[in-house]
């Protein structure tokens, strides 16, 4: 039989064992059913090895979303961290007058050697793992025209810093590699499977790929 001294070593070091399995993110949330309030800052990529701080997200430029120096202008997401696995980081908001930040756009497939791209939007929820649906309830025709969309694209790539990046999920099922980009000239953010397809179909569309970054501190406001 066990001594009360071995079962307390035990005890110590199985509950070490088990306190570092579990990812911690910034300021303390757990990535286990984790609900954060979160302004969502930008970082500019093209210099991938330093990475430069460009603004934070916003909802200013009517239909989609742009980019603002002002953290008090900043749009405001509460993250449902339930997973670390795609789809499964629900970015709830009000912009627009729909609950959820997904893509949206004229295109169903996106792809290497393609131009295709969706905007960064409001939408209403669409069903995790399926493909595009097309859906007016979405901010790019606020209730108009249907356009493809998908809600359930965002996933944790790092968290130790809580970075996220999107996915989409093409008509055959297959998932696309995707660049999120911001793009200066129309001051919004779009996600592409191929950037350079993409300004050479229209060069007023070259893009800055970027990062997110959900960041907990000080959130100015609640939605």
């Not at 916003?58 to 405001?76: E, I, K, Q």
């Not at 493809?148 to 810093?161: L, R, Y």
């Not at 592409?192 to 970027?210: E, K, M, Y």
């Amino acid at each position: 039989m066990l001594s009360a001294l071995s079962l307390l070593c035990l005890f110590s070091y199985f509950g070490a064992a088990f306190s570092a399995a579990i990812p911690t993110f910034k300021n303390g949330a757990l990535a286990s059913r984790a609900t954060v309030q979160a302004v969502i800052s930008v970082y500019n990529l093209s210099n991938q090895a330093n990475p430069s701080f460009m603004g934070y997200l916003n909802a200013a430029n009517g239909f989609t979303y742009g980019v603002t120096s002002d953290r008090n202008s900043a749009a405001v997401v509460s993250a449902n961290l339930d997973d670390l696995n795609p789809g499964d980081v629900s970015l709830l908001t009000e912009n627009y007058g729909y609950p959820v930040l997904g893509l949206s756009g004229n295109y169903s497939s996106i792809g290497s050697g393609s131009h295709n791209f969706a905007f960064l939007v409001s939408a209403n929820p669409i069903s995790k793992g399926s493909p595009a649906q097309r859906v007016s309830t979405q901010s790019i025709t606020k209730g108009g025209l249907q356009y493809p969309t998908q809600t359930a694209v965002w996933s944790v790539s790092d968290s130790s810093s809580l970075a996220i990046k999107p996915s989409w999920i093409n008509p055959d099922g297959s998932k696309a590699q995707t660049t999120l980009a911001y793009v200066p000239y129309y001051k919004n953010f779009i996600v592409t499977g191929d950037s350079r397809a993409l300004a050479a179909w229209d060069p007023l569309i070259r893009s800055i790929p970027v990062s997110f970054v959900l960041d907990t501190k000080d959130v100015p406001y609640s939605t």
